[in-house]
């Protein structure tokens, strides 16, 4: 749409803040009022709205887009959600290791291992790992665990480890994103070490190369999202 405004500012509102496009509250998609947990947030969320040009392009403001989600979709539906991150723990890309070849095998060990360790010793949730496609059925208490573990964010937190979980395939790259054990780089490595190694063996076309910059840019959103919280 055309930018239809001059003046973006932050505003206190409670124990909260806002943002103003002419002296006028910014709402939501679904036209809720934008309410901010932090300063911080608020001045990311006008610096997004600021740099738009002569139209402004929603795909360009992830900060915006990521409150947005947890005001107008987490925090009307934060059991789906919960629910939702938690059940990766039932298939997580971390617990299932190749057979071979050497390289493989020693690389997702190297990647993968101690994130697990630190989630065992964090968190208290304890995951099996199994080689191969055979599936592992985890115990109902690591993933009860699991799900009391997710459901202690709040709403802004739930959303960006919403996103870092998806876009890692993996819950247990997602809470070290959220809780600072990776950074965005490191998560996105973590969650990318059997396309990495494809990817050197045979190559990586247009199509794929895009598809990751999507995922780390995503990566990077959260990660930042979470540090304005």
């Given at each position: 749409?055309?930018?239809?405004?001059?003046?973006?500012?932050t505003?206190?509102?409670?124990?909260?803040?806002?943002?103003?496009l002419d002296?006028?509250?910014?709402?939501?998609?679904?036209?809720?009022?934008?309410?901010?947990?932090?300063?911080?947030?608020?001045?990311?969320?006008?610096?997004?709205?600021?740099?738009?040009?002569?139209?402004?392009?929603p795909?360009?403001?992830?900060?915006?887009?990521?409150?947005?989600?947890?005001?107008?979709r987490?925090?009307a539906?934060?059991?789906?959600?919960?629910?939702?991150?938690?059940?990766?723990?039932?298939?997580?890309?971390l617990?299932?290791?190749?057979?071979?070849?050497?390289?493989?095998?020693?690389r997702?060990?190297?990647?993968?291992?101690?994130l697990?360790?630190?989630?065992?010793?964090?968190?208290?949730?304890?995951?099996?790992?199994?080689?191969?496609?055979v599936h592992v059925?985890?115990?109902?208490?690591?993933l009860?665990?699991?799900?009391?573990?997710?459901?202690a964010?709040d709403d802004?937190?739930?959303?960006?480890?919403?996103?870092?979980?998806?876009?890692?395939g993996s819950?247990?790259?997602?809470?070290?994103?959220?809780?600072?054990?990776?950074?965005?780089?490191?998560?996105?490595?973590?969650?990318?070490?059997?396309?990495?190694?494809?990817?050197?063996?045979?190559?990586?076309?247009?199509?794929?190369?895009?598809?990751?910059?999507?995922?780390?840019?995503?990566?990077e959103?959260?990660?930042?999202?979470?540090?304005?919280?």
């Amino acid at each position: 749409m055309k930018r239809f405004y001059e003046q973006v500012e932050t505003v206190e509102d409670g124990d909260g803040f806002t943002v103003t496009l002419d002296g006028r509250p910014i709402r939501t998609p679904a036209k809720a009022a934008l309410r901010l947990p932090s300063l911080g947030l608020a001045e990311a969320v006008a610096a997004e709205w600021r740099e738009q040009g002569e139209t402004v392009e929603p795909a360009d403001m992830p900060i915006m887009r990521l409150a947005s989600t947890a005001i107008d979709r987490v925090a009307a539906r934060r059991e789906e959600v919960v629910d939702t991150v938690a059940a990766f723990g039932g298939s997580d890309l971390l617990c299932y290791r190749a057979d071979g070849p050497a390289e493989l095998v020693a690389r997702q060990a190297e990647a993968w291992q101690p994130l697990l360790d630190w989630l065992a010793e964090r968190h208290g949730v304890v995951l099996s790992v199994t080689a191969g496609i055979v599936h592992v059925e985890q115990s109902a208490d690591a993933l009860a665990a699991l799900r009391t573990v997710v459901s202690a964010y709040d709403d802004f937190a739930l959303t960006a480890l919403h996103t870092a979980t998806a876009a890692c395939g993996s819950v247990v790259v997602g809470l070290a994103l959220i809780d600072g054990r990776l950074g965005p780089d490191e998560a996105f490595r973590a969650g990318q070490v059997d396309e990495a190694y494809q990817a050197e063996k045979w190559g990586e076309d247009s199509e794929a190369a895009k598809a990751r910059r999507i995922l780390a840019a995503e990566i990077e959103a959260a990660a930042r999202f979470v540090d304005l919280l």
